[in-house]
């Protein structure tokens, strides 16, 4: 029997996945690919698909059920969706080669999928994401994506989510905004920006290639970006990934994400897009592994100042 539950920790108030079907997941595709056009998953491919994720972690079924139990038992059932969606037809492309539209049409949807999921009143955060490469645990090579949506707001939404509205609150301006603009005085850690979006490596980042990029005008979702503001965007994803690439000598494992606002939830509109992309590459020869201060503290230790990152970057990218 799979059981799939979401239990809270009562200490540090984040919600945590239990799914024991995710043992059952196969460590590598086998001769044939699950998502080449002709699979049982993908009988035809005219422009990106989602379709349910196999080994799905979160699974909406029989609605959200709320069980607390004294004061530590504390549980929501697995409920939710997790989707995967097949970029392109061709086996081999990668996200940082493809077309721009193509890559218009993976935005478009991830709009619609945000769209649709958002109108289940019990999700509360989508997060459509990347994982490439075997760093990040990708366990299927066809170049794809994957979205989640959360009958919850994951514990480091919450915390942003938080501090946005105190500072909204207290200032009556975004925080985000704010940021971007001390950001682009300081120009310090801009890895590229234009009339529409900046890319940076945050002064906080917590780890040595964290890349963020905003639009630079307050939206809280990918839909309310212009035609223009999505090109920019999707010209530093796949530049980016590149910049890595080229930093490292070795095709980089990376994880990408777009952070939109809340859904169903407090903070919807005052939450300002930004897209992530992550690598646990540190050096050419080195990752960054966490040991008892990152498990034990949830302190990172960050071995590369974001000003040296981003002048890397920069020098790639320009
Ligand atoms: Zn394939
Ligand atoms: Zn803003």
Redesign the pocket.
Known sequence: MTVREIRKNPFTREWIIFSEIRQERPDR?KAH?????G?EE?PTFTRPLRISNKYPSLLKENGLKHHKLGNFFEKINGYGYCELVVYT????AKFSEMSSETLMKIFETWMNATKQLSSDQSIKYILPFENYGEDVGAT????HGQIYAFPFLPNRIRQEVNSILEYKEEKKQCMVCDYIVSEKEKDERIVYQDESIVALIPYFASHAYDIHIYPSRHISFLHQCTRSEMISIINILQSSIKALNAIFEKEVSYSLSLHQGPVNEEGTTAFHLYFKIHTPQRSTISKKLLGAVETGSATYINGTLPETAAAKMRAQIM
């Open positions: 595709e690919c699950p998502l080449c056009t699979s993908v037809d061709e086996h081999n299927l090579l066809h170049p």
